[in-house]
């Protein structure tokens, strides 16, 4: 079995010469490190990075803990979070939850464990107590959620604002039977979402009591299952909280024989790159996810490496009205 030792000795040097030039850490001349290198490659050595962690503390990983792979938006983030990271020499590790406590503790435990160094929480039903016992011993970032009961950095866009941006464009296309669609109700970007969209709504002299609102799962099957309700309710102007919910009840309103944006305007979420491509294309409320999984590994990167980040600020982006064909 190849082992360090094995290396050492093939390059002619010492053990601790090796560990150098594989954690690249200390003095080694261009020389020793091409003659370990050689030996390395001849050897296919791989080192034991658990066995690492656990001498050095550091995993050089990140742990981005999500509630489902399946958010398109979500994976966007974790697009940007790997960018920033493994320019900084870090990888990420993904952990998905499903809302679930028991997976929420496993996530800590990989923290406790070394596994990762710290974590990003794109969890918008994360546990507080989870949370809370994370935050006091490491390295935490909020990515598009935020708690109120610790200060704990955070990315997000300005979900409230989002909302009203969306109720202000379906206004302004002359809609006055509306609907809005949400999902969990302990999501806080839904329920920001929807404030914001009521208030818009208001302003224009459409009451609260008289929109229909109600929650669908978060996905194309989600949206496409509210199609028949909102024909049933003569809904003229619909706003969905994310894209994928939007891009489902189009394709399923476009079966039934409704005409869009004609009969029912659609707003979506997101906007992600599928939104060209749907018929209508659908108009959405951007985020700049790459630029908000930037910001996020950024943060905490700092963080675990011990930067000064007492004067750390949140991070709000705008979101933006992308106009397309579907109001």
């Known amino acids: ?13 010492s ?11 200390g003095k080694v001349t261009e020389k020793t490190r091409k003659r370990v290198e050689e030996a390395i490659a001849e050897l296919n050595y791989v080192p034991n990075m658990l066995a690492r962690n656990f001498r050095t503390s550091k995993s050089k990983t990140i742990l981005v803990i999500l509630t489902n792979i399946s958010n398109l938006f979500y994976m966007e983030i974790v697009h940007g979070i790997s960018e920033y990271a493994n320019g900084k020499g870090y990888d990420i590790l993904l952990s998905e939850t499903n809302g679930e406590l028991e997976k929420q503790i496993d996530c800590l435990q990989k923290v406790k464990n070394r596994l990762a160094d ?15 016992a994370l935050e006091r011993e490491y390295p935490v970032i909020q990515c598009c959620t935020y708690n ?20 202000t464009e379906l206004v302004r296309a002359g809609r006055k039977k509306l609907a809005f669609i949400g999902t969990n109700d302990k999501s806080r970007y839904n329920k920001e979402r929807r404030t914001g969209f009521l208030e818009a709504a208001e302003k224009a002299g459409i009451m609260p009591e008289d929109i229909y609102v109600t929650n669908a799962e978060l996905s194309f099957a989600g949206g496409s299952s509210m199609a028949e309700s909102l024909i049933e309710r003569q809904i003229d102007g619909c706003f969905f909280v994310s894209d994928m919910q939007a891009i489902g009840a189009i394709n399923r309103l476009n079966e039934l024989g409704a005409s869009l944006p004609g009969d029912i305007s659609v707003i979506g979420y997101d906007n992600l790159e599928i939104c060209d491509f749907t018929v209508p294309s659908l108009t959405s409320i951007g985020q700049p996810a790459r630029r908000m999984g930037h910001e996020t590994a950024s943060m905490l990167i700092k963080k675990i490496e011990g930067e000064d980040t007492s004067d750390m600020r949140n991070i709000v982006f705008e979101p933006e009205l992308v106009r397309r064909d579907s109001v």
């Open 118 to 132: 710290g974590a990003v929480f794109l969890e918008s039903t994360i546990k507080d107590e989870v949370l809370f």
């Open 148 to 167: 109120d009961a610790i200060s704990l950095p955070y990315v997000i866009a300005d979900n409230r604002r989002g909302g009203y941006i969306a109720g």
């Open 15 to 25: 053990v601790a010469t090796v560990s150098r030039v594989i954690n690249n850490s």
């Open 1 to 13: 079995m190849t082992n360090i030792q094995k290396v050492a000795e093939l390059a002619n040097v």
